[in-house]
């Protein structure tokens, strides 16, 4: 019996030792990538730096943290952030980040707010730590601008996994809830507010394949840049007018996206509509176009849905020989 006890008193003490060695491990690695932060000419600031969790994990926690990237103009600011790992497998971590946080962008300020945002990620056994797989999900999250205007949904989830056997593609969706744009932005393509607040269904299935992988060093250096988007199903339904979207983009180096998506359009001549009451089509386009799609509708049998496609060149995007507008630069900061 003694030399039981006394092995379990040795075992206990090495699983300490061994604990407070990662833990030690892990509260100084965090504090030297602050100070390489720092050296680069970020903003890189916490009050303080805690890890708890003994004996099973390691639960790290950054009061008062900012961080802000000159380069690029991002920002991000929050009372505290969590990191939660097991000892005995430390590349599976879950974030949490507080009810109350501030994002800047190059364009503005944003302050958000949620009941429960708290993300799962998988990593690979690498020192620059690869993305496997994540998960995000925030409850009742609200983004406000600067302006005071307000967009608001029940949930967004938001799920990542790497392809396998690739290094840097990766399968995406993205659904928001009950997605409410802000008024601003509803009065921009809904002036006689006709239609509802908020969307019955917004969600993306997307296929994505980056220069390189999204690990650490998408953090510290420079953002992995897409060059080839496949477009599975994007769908948005706002009242009775419904979108959805496939296709694939190939993106060069500028990040100029060259490629085909076929846009199905529902009660399309309504859409047309708020599109040139808003002025985000001029009068004279919107004409042409309208002659355009019921010259389509005749064709397809179908008067109040559409197939429409769309072809991604030479920076511009293209309804058959028309150009309808200049295409998006996709690059990530």
């Known amino acids: ?188 393509m809904d002036r006689q507010e006709r239609l509802p607040q908020t969307f019955s269904a917004f969600r993306a299935d997307i296929n994505a394949t980056f220069d390189r992988p999204w690990d650490r060093h998408a953090l510290e250096d420079a953002r992995p840049q897409p060059r080839r988007i496949t477009v599975n199903l994007a769908e948005a339904r706002w009242g009775d007018l419904e979108l959805a979207a496939a296709g694939t983009l190939d993106v060069d180096a500028t990040g100029r996206p060259s490629g085909r998506l076929t846009v199905r359009a529902r009660n399309w001549r309504e859409i047309l509509q708020l599109a040139r009451a808003s002025g985000q089509l001029p009068p004279g386009l919107a004409d042409q176009m309208e002659t355009g799609l019921s010259m389509l509708a005749q064709l397809s049998g179908t008067s109040q849905t559409l197939d429409i496609p769309l072809d991604f060149r030479v920076g511009r995007i293209f309804l058959g020989p028309v150009p309808i507008g200049a295409a998006p630069v996709l690059t990530l900061r």
């Open 1 to 188: 019996m003694r030399a039981l006890l006394a092995v379990i008193a040795i075992a206990a003490l090495g699983w300490a030792g061994y604990w407070w060695m990662g833990a030690s491990a892990v509260q100084s690695g965090f504090a030297a990538w602050f100070d390489a932060r720092r050296a680069e000419g970020w903003v890189a600031d916490t009050a303080d730096i805690t890890v708890r969790g003994f004996p099973n994990r390691f639960d790290t926690t950054f009061t008062d943290i900012t961080l802000a990237d000159p380069g690029t103009g991002w920002a991000w600011q929050a009372p505290f952030f969590q990191l939660f790992a097991l000892s005995y497998q430390p590349n599976h971590v879950i974030a949490t980040w507080p009810d109350t946080q501030s994002l800047a962008t190059p364009r503005q300020t944003f302050d958000l707010s949620s009941v429960k945002m708290q993300a799962s990620s998988v990593l690979g056994a690498d020192t620059a730590l690869p993305l496997k797989r994540a998960n995000l999900v925030a409850d009742t999250l609200a983004i406000t601008d600067e302006a005071g205007e307000t967009t608001a949904m029940t949930a967004l989830r938001l799920a990542v996994e790497r392809v396998e056997g690739s290094e840097a593609s990766y399968h995406l969706g993205l659904a928001a809830d009950n997605l409410s744009p802000a008024r601003a932005a509803r009065l921009r």
